[in-house]
């Protein structure tokens, strides 16, 4: 008896301890991969301590996960981005709540378990690309609660998941995660649709980044020359092969779209977009917390065409156009009597079935001699007899 109560309140303080806002802090942070996540990075052949990379879509408003297995990144699985605003386009200062563009590294001190947005980590703007451009701003972070101002901002369960694939890797070794952001998927349609945009130049590069990863399945190592991002090559001579035929297979595919037609347009916002996914859920009366400027989403992704498209005349098969000679009224088939010049049996001595001309008028062709009538030359009629010299026409 004289034990019960120490130990009732032993169990009671423990209790409080563990709910206090420390404690669910820690909890939130230490929260494991959900099974189905894991069971998918199995099927992968990868394990939850392996090197981890992100990629971001902002036109689609998508994350995905890859993880690092014994051939080379694979994909695990796609997040849906509640919230993210600003334009196309990459981040250039602080406070234009442009959500950034480009290849960021992400270590374990830019985790956030204490984060005011449930869970977080800072993607790393500026970077060294950023900063040589006179970008400015910091604290862009991939957060919970979905309101953003310039970040990438998820649910909080969406990021609750992303932070612990992030953290286990990390344990596992990872000095530092990859986080690529791109303005839309890489393709060569959207490339083309977009080729007269003022950022396209800057696309280009994240598209050879973009590539060179489709390819090789490497994490990039990237650096910044001249104010240009650059890649380091492949060590592996076969894989480095592999990227420069897809990056010239691309370009060839961006520029027989533009020649066939394709339409050039600018995508605009109001102030960025959101996800589908978290469009449709919410107007079924999903709860996903306060929703940043939700009136601007009506107007998210607005496509101005600045050129038209058109459609390009495409040569027209063999096998058609000769159905339609052979169809035609011009067809040999459909002329009685017709017999092609490549057909006709050569006679070498018809020249000389004819009259020998006698005069002038006789060598020049029918259709010629009827065009000139009694047009003279000089005193010399072209159809009378060839006495005379042609050449005494009239001097002054």
Known sequence: ????????????????AASSPAAAQAGKAEAPIPAATLALMAQKGVTASAPVLFRAYKKESEIEVWKKGPSGYVFIKTFPICRWSGQLGPKRKSGDRQTPEGFYTVPKRQMNPNSHYYLSFDVGYPN????????????????GICSSMGCFAMTNGTVGEIYAIARDALKGGQAAFQFQSYP???????MARHRTDPNIAFWRELKAGSDRFEASREELQVSVVAGRYAFAPSR??????????????????????????EPAVRTTYSDGGQNAFWAAYTARGGAVGDISRPEALAFAGQEVVVVPGHRAARPVPESLWSTWVAAS?????????????????????????????????????SWLTAGLGGLTLGHANLSGPMSGPVASAETP
């Open 1 to 16: 008896m004289p034990r019960t109560l120490p130990i009732t309140l032993a169990a009671s303080l423990a209790l409080l």
């Open 128 to 143: 060294a690309y950023d900063r040589a451009h006179g970008g400015t701003g910091s604290a862009v972070m991939v957060h």
């Open 184 to 190: 839309f998927r890489m393709t060569a349609e959207n």
């Open 236 to 261: 592996n001579p076969a894989v480095e092969a592999a990227v420069a035929t897809r990056q010239a297979v691309e370009e060839a595919r961006i520029a027989a779209l533009a020649e066939a037609g």
């Open 329 to 365: 009224t011009l067809s040999p088939r459909r002329m009685a009597g017709f017999i092609p010049v490549y057909e006709r049996a050569v006679d070498p001595f018809g020249a000389l079935a004819g009259p020998i001309p006698t005069r002038y008028g006789d060598g020049l062709p």
